[in-house]
């Protein structure tokens, strides 16, 4: 049984919520499901070295603590799919058309709504502390020219939203589902789940690769999270991130 009693941990700005959660780590005792929030971030990062935009006060840019012991590296993809999901079931309530894009976008349409980044510590062959950051677009309705296709729940919806009540629903939802998952301990019970909501996961559409432009269709991920890809010419072929580019 997981016992927690996390702590939010509240901040103006800072130079990126995940860098300062391991900052903390570093410095003290931080419970399971702990949470850095801030209003703004001067270098917010996103998946592999990307920086993440949001006008101060508007967005959800926070990070959290989990502390999953029972998951081995090789299978550490389940904890993108149990973030991902999560994120997923909280905008789903808010409007339709949400999906996952692979590796760990969510997206509105053809447009991205979320980013995560996922840092893992690891001891043997297990994680010992995972740090998560999520960026959600809630009230931001202007965004730099350089950005290709972002948008808000408030350019969907039209309504403006609460950024401490969005954080508390999606830690509600988060904690409830690591929980089941810890309980029923299969590494795998996310999986069908991942795949059913996966962007563009019902066809074949373009791609692009070192090789060019290709039309495929998601035929699974590996436990590593590397994506299998059929193409229109009944091949298979394997990426890890950031080998492979969506042709939106």
Excluded at 92 to 98: L, M, P
Excluded at 117 to 130: A, H, K, P, Q, V
Excluded at 186 to 201: S, W
Aim: hydrophobic share 35%.
């Amino acid at each position: 049984m997981i016992k927690y009693d996390p702590l939010i941990f509240r901040f103006k700005e800072v130079e990126s919520t995940n860098k300062t959660l391991n900052s903390l780590l570093a410095q003290q005792d931080v419970p399971e499901f702990s949470v850095v929030i801030a209003q703004g971030q001067s270098a917010g990062r996103g998946y592999n070295g990307n920086s993440w935009e949001s006008l101060p006060g508007n967005n959800l840019t926070f990070s959290f603590l989990l502390n999953p012991h029972f998951i081995e590296v090789n299978c550490q993809f389940s904890i993108t799919q149990l973030v991902s999901l999560s994120l997923f079931e909280l905008l789903n309530r808010y409007t339709a058309d949400i999906s996952i894009k692979w590796p760990n976008d969510i997206y509105y349409r053809d447009s991205k709504i979320c980013g995560v980044l996922i840092e893992n510590t690891l001891t043997g062959n297990r994680i010992s502390s995972c740090v998560v950051g999520i960026g959600l677009n809630l009230n931001q309705t202007s965004f730099s020219s350089f950005l290709p296709n972002p948008v808000s729940l408030k350019d969907i919806t039209g309504d403006t939203y609460s950024v401490e009540a969005m954080m508390n629903q999606f830690m509600a939802i988060l904690i409830e589902n690591y929980l089941k998952w810890y309980e029923l301990g299969d590494v795998n019970h996310f999986y069908n789940d991942y795949m059913l909501k996966l962007y563009r996961g019902d066809n074949y559409y373009k791609y692009e690769d070192e090789s060019g432009v290709f039309k495929a269709k998601p035929l699974l991920v590996k436990p590593s999270g590397h994506l299998l890809l059929k193409r229109s010419d009944g091949t298979v072929k394997e990426y890890s991130f950031k080998e492979l580019k969506f042709i939106i």
